[in-house]
């Protein structure tokens, strides 16, 4: 069994196929200037020796010439209109789309249409039509779609589907997986943010969250869902028009079955449990970032508790893409990928607006 | 906050109105000597204060000499027959009741005809109906019933509700539980044993081990499902009567909702968490016996892990009984209390059956 491995080396890079020390560096354009980019995406590209932070995209010029400031990788900075009408092509080869969900079909498309690559923030889009269109035509361009989830090279999630591989649950028989957290609260006090707008967001703490246990149990179990049902709830007025709370149960292929919960308004928390036939593996906390990590693993009449180390989850993912874009290996979080998500998701919804199990 | 509570006397039986060095021995009869009885019930009444198992009573004879021979207060032992009959009814006031579900009416009645107390153990009944029968025939002899529940005394459940009900946790959101072991690997590998048997059981790993997780989500959230979905399946032979695995979704009134898991061919895992707008609580391991226990709170950004002692789970069950029948106070686990479970369980059938959501 594994278990050495996950002790050793924890966060080794499995998944690299090429070499970072020459390796040509990917050049990013980052649309949009949100906290996420400020905070999260663009100190890991600085960090990065797979990517750079070459360009910035806003509607505010001002705004990013003020962040431009704070990264010396930067070389310019362009207004939505100047990206769109192709300016400053040749100072990056793939953009990291981090706007509200209903605007990355377009900025996808844009860069579709320059021959950039694209990594686009989960989920993919605000709904699966559009989420269709933009693989499309990323396709039609022949340029490589990957969607932004951060767990698929989380170490910590890593060294558990590793496990699983092994054989060391046995037979997965149940997944069980939550996230939540006080959005209002803790995170954003604005009523309207976009995450609450549904035209923008297309769906609430299943899209915005719910999201990291149904997309983590896929590939823990390396299968997709093929029926759902679920119930959502709200109970603060912000939540009007997207759900505050979610529950759903999965069915998988072979009888597995995933129980997710999601909540925008609930302490903080976060976990994915794999029970099988012979052990288990669970991760808490297991989604947010800048937590340290905790894999429990139980087996037979053993139990150990291994501390993962933490990396930058952020920089963990911009580097697999920058690797998945030079050696021309499959990105696993493709665009379909990121599209089975969102209908999965609508699925949920409609489970629960029908009262009923929905397949997939 | 109770934290000081959950820290100090953590043992300490808030649920006891008499004191068990004036208060009468309750003389118990155990009705089935399978080896639950043998092995935690009769230990478990020899070692209390506040019991006696004082007559065993059993379809073997020479079975029920044996076991009585290692148990130095009983006092006579009876066949079914005998039992029917009334015999003996001197040297006991109360029965309980562990034998296969669909006997427990039957038993049950006898006993109420003779005007002794019930403590029968869970599910109350193979069927919501024959439980209905079962209370009323108690109600009409006026004699009391109590389902066999180690969760309302177990000390960890119960400070864990101390807290919810503090506001602890703030308002609660969801509830997730799950119980699972390998029956026939690890308990039990006769696949012609009672619990495989559906006219005997009533439902497989639900009825038998799913019931920890939804009862103590009632307990711990003080209210009662109002609608239910599910899912089960079998993976083995000797399950084809009844389900191997179960997953269901509950909705508590007020927008609460529940995820429950059980399987008898996973590797044994038991665990609830109640996570609420201020707080989570959860118990790892929460049901087997003779684990240690271990409380992990969080609220805001504090933590902590509580370990809990271990108590014999049985006795502090058998004393409340005890102390209720003695003290004439209400018993929270009572018959009705034991039927809503049966009910809530037939529901989670006909949702998986219908694939629906059912009302309860």
Known sequence: MQIQAVIGSQCRRDWEHTDAATAEPVRIA???LGWYTRGRALPALADSDRCEPTVLVSGS?????????EFEAVERTLTYDEYAEGIGTDAYDAVYVCTPNAFHLDHAAVAADHGKHVLCEKPIERDSGRA?????VCDDAGV??????????EPT???AKELIDAGYVGDPVAVRGDMSQRLLKRVNPDPDQWRLNAELAGGGALFDIGLYPLNTARFLLDADPVAVAGTTGSTHDAFDAVEETVTCSLRFPGGVTAACFASHNARQSSSITVTGTEGQVRIEPAFFQDQDRKLELSRGDS?????????????????YFAD???SGADIYPDGRHGVVDVEVMEAVYEAADRDTWVEV
Do not use: P, S, W
């Open 324 to 326: 998945r874009l030079r």
């Open 30 to 32: 980052a649309i949009g």
């Open 144 to 153: 490589e779609v990957m969607t932004a989830y951060r767990m698929h090279t």
């Open 157 to 159: 999630v890593r060294r």
């Open 132 to 136: 269709e269109n933009l693989v499309g």
């Open 61 to 69: 010029a001002e705004k990013a010439e003020r962040v431009a400031a």
């Open 303 to 319: 139990r150990a508790e291994v501390a993962v180390e933490r990396v930058d989850q952020m920089r963990e993912e911009f580097d």
